[in-house]
């Protein structure tokens, strides 16, 4: 008969109660920490919850896109990859047209020192043949015309290698349609009619010739930079 007396008239039900209300107090405190954390991630939970509608928002613009374009202007809609790839054809023909100018500008850099070396080393003969004329021919003055001459052959193979290099910048230039279609397609849309290729080529070759005369060569180095667009600056 303890347990009822103590329930009755002891401190059991206060003891109950007490139990009762601290479990009451540790349910509330559970739920308020999962209000916090669902409060916390509110954000996340949207986002996450918005992804599929956004890919298929993005789906449905594009398809509408594409059929607009394809609908108004008879071509289908680029995309950002054919628009990046263009871009990296364009930064590419760039590249490789102004590696062509200065290769160009070399050239004709070394023409104009060789030409006048030569004009030098003209001078220098026909003071030499006037001195022999009157037997005076001083060992100064043969000393000058021999080291001219060394300048000249210097120049002349610098000239050279000049040339050989401005066509090697070319052909890699216009010779590019099995490595990169998109900077092909730019170069030359139709390369029957429009590569200048070919005339570069007979130009540099006629440049590049040692039987014609450096006044020719130094029309036909002006010639190009006027008439070749691939040698003019946009």
């Known amino acids: 008969f303890f347990p009822i007396r103590s329930l009755l008239f002891g401190g059991l039900s206060r003891n109950l109660l007490v139990q009762v209300q601290k479990g009451k107090v540790e349910l509330q405190t559970a739920l308020l920490s999962i209000d916090r954390i669902l409060a916390a991630n509110e954000l996340t939970f949207a986002l996450v919850a918005a992804i599929p509608s956004l890919l298929i928002a993005l789906a449905l613009s594009g398809t509408l896109l594409s059929s607009l374009f394809r609908l108004v202007f008879g071509v289908p809609f680029r995309t950002n990859r054919a628009t990046s790839s263009t871009d990296s054809a364009s930064v590419a023909l760039l590249s490789s047209t102004h590696a062509l100018r200065m290769a160009y500008v070399e050239l004709d850099r070394a023409l104009q020192q060789l030409t006048q070396a030569q004009i030098l080393l003209g001078r220098d003969v026909e003071e030499a043949d006037e001195e022999e004329e009157q037997d005076a021919l001083l060992p100064e003055r043969a000393r000058q015309q021999r080291q001219r001459q060394r300048q000249v052959r210097e ?12 066509y090697r910048v070319a052909a890699r230039l216009f010779l590019s349609s099995g490595a990169n279609r998109e900077l092909d397609l730019l170069l030359r849309p139709d390369p029957s009619s429009t590569s200048e290729w070919h005339n ?35």
Do not use: H
């Open 155 to 166: 120049l002349e193979g610098m000239y050279v290698f000049r040339v050989e290099r401005m």
């Open 200 to 234: 570069i080529q007979l130009d540099l070759l006629q440049l590049a010739d040692p039987r014609v005369p450096l006044s020719a060569r130094r029309d036909t180095a002006q010639r190009m930079a006027r008439i070749y667009a691939v040698l003019r600056s946009s």
